[in-house]
């Protein structure tokens, strides 16, 4: 069993940056992928970014690439998201998540884990 959690949200003004962290314990996760997804209020929940086991390959998802770079250490077992020039569509509770496979992926239902969420808010 894998527990995640995510902290590092804030209140940020528009063009800032922020840095999410999401630390998995109960489990070695270097052979799962991960991935951070959004959902903000009244909105379906929205894939943001995912990294293979390795960290040797990522994917976005429109709205945040080249703003948002997903990373991990598996030495520490952790994984993490770098914001930068927010904006306040950006506002969102944002989930950590890990999946059993190997590979990245952009469906919610491909994960088996998740965080409890920590609140993004950016103003203008």
């Known amino acids: 069993q894998v527990q995640l959690v995510e902290s590092g949200g804030a209140l940020v003004q528009a063009g800032g940056s922020l840095r999410l962290s999401c630390a998995a314990s109960g489990r070695t996760v270097s052979s799962y992928g991960m991935g951070w997804f959004r959902q903000a209020p009244g909105k379906e929940r929205e894939f943001v970014a995912a990294?293979?086991?390795?960290?040797?390959?990522?994917d976005y998802g429109d709205s945040v690439k080249g703003r948002f770079t997903i990373s991990r250490n598996n030495a520490r077992n952790t994984a993490a998201l770098q914001m930068d020039s927010l904006r306040p569509e950006d506002t969102a509770v944002y989930y950590c998540?890990?999946?059993?496979?190997?590979?990245?992926?952009?469906?919610?239902?491909?994960?088996?884990?998740w965080g409890q969420g920590t609140q993004v808010t950016v103003s203008s």
């Open positions: 998540a890990a999946r059993r496979i190997y590979y990245t992926s952009r469906t919610p239902n491909d994960y088996n884990y």
């Open positions: 990294i293979s086991g390795s960290g040797g390959r990522t």
